[in-house]
């Protein structure tokens, strides 16, 4: 991966996560061509994340950021972990209104 000084910074929302966001997210990652052009940089649950990667079978490292202003892509993408409500429970293609609130919740504090 390139130095985060030569591209430009992009923000990928993980959206509904039991919806198909967070595949879509990981499938995107693995494409060679994205970390050429940019250095992106998730906002949403680290291990939602992990799960998605997981799922698709990508082998990609991730670390934890809580500052996007600061976040660099090394050899890891960095990911702003929005912490998601212990007690909610997220199946993926099952809406619930706790994965509404969570998804709502990331939407605030990326524009906080």
Request: aromatic share 6%; proline share 4%; charged share 25%.
């Amino acid at each position: 991966m390139q130095n985060e000084n030569t591209n430009p910074k992009i923000g990928i929302l993980l959206g509904d996560y039991a919806g198909i966001g967070p595949e879509l997210v990981a499938k995107v990652l693995q494409e060679k061509k994205i970390t050429e052009m940019c250095s992106p940089i998730i906002i949403g649950n680290r291990q939602i994340l992990q799960r998605a990667l997981k799922m698709v079978g990508a082998d990609i490292k991730t670390r934890s950021v809580t500052d996007l202003a600061g976040a660099a892509v090394m050899d890891e993408i960095p990911v702003y972990d929005v912490r998601i409500d212990k007690k909610a429970k997220f199946f993926p293609g099952q809406a619930t209104r706790e994965c509404a609130c969570e998804v709502a919740y990331v939407f605030e504090k990326t524009v906080e």
